[in-house]
């Protein structure tokens, strides 16, 4: 995923609302759940707001000495007590290994510094302080390290849930062993049109724009993004950087549909 797309601002859409909702009841009932959806509309954003990931991500990958901006991270994982982890590419099974207890060691010694300053008492097993971890990208798992993911989630009984395409599901029925301790699975859906007028009343916002839905050329412009982008979130915050390209290199202050079909032949526009 992009950067820039990773780092936007965050809206809280019904279907972060509901992948929160999905999050906290594998959480609560320890289970192994399941999210999936088409690329871009939305679930690695979703995960990593959960997890308080932007906020504690640099601290856990630099992990060198400590700051007191630190305690902001401290704090944020403290409260969240997820892992978010992301496995490499064709990454081995000891590779995987190392780089999840790794990222856990670490996000449990924040936790606990955490509580320690706010004079809460130590937890005797350091394992049991985070008590959800969070898989993106779960397509790049290889049947062994499904197998750790397994063993580690019955050892501990955290709960466990993996972020993947349409068909992740359907993968993970030829594993019996793990499928049965899938307990929740969430389909994760593009915006819909309520939800894509107020994302896009944002948008407009941010370039300092005013959008009425009364006004012909809004409403021309509304419906040239909806139809590029069918409600995906990923492929709606690159056409808004483009438009804002265009937008200033010709001075205009409003978003047209010319403008809009410029900006989307700028960019390279698959099957998300």
Known sequence: ???????????????????????????????????????????????????????????????GARAPKDEQAYAALGQA????????????????????????SRVDACIDQHNHRHGETRTPDPANRF????????????????????????????????????????????YPQFYSRVGFAHHYRPLKADELAFVLTRHWRKLGLALDDADFTDHQAIASIARITGGNFRLLHRLFVQIECILKINGLSVITDDVVEAARSTLVIGDN
């Open 81 to 104: 007590r997820t892992v978010f982890f992301t496995p490499t590419v064709g990454g081995t099974l000891r590779g995987i290994q190392d780089e999840l207890a790794r990222l856990c």
């Open 131 to 174: 008590d959800m971890q969070v898989i993106d990208e779960a397509e790049r798992l290889s049947t062994y390290a499904l197998e750790h993911i397994r063993d580690v989630f019955d050892r501990t009984g955290i709960g466990v849930i993996l972020i993947g395409m349409p068909g992740i599901d359907k993968r993970l029925t030829r």
């Open 1 to 63: 995923m992009a950067e820039g797309y990773r780092t936007c601002d965050f809206i809280a859409t019904k279907e972060h609302r509901r992948f929160t909702e999905f999050a906290d009841a594998v959480r609560k009932h320890r289970y192994i759940g399941l999210c999936f959806g088409p690329a871009g509309v939305g679930k690695t954003l979703s995960a990593r707001r959960y997890a308080k990931w932007d906020i504690a991500e640099e601290l856990l990958m630099s992990w």
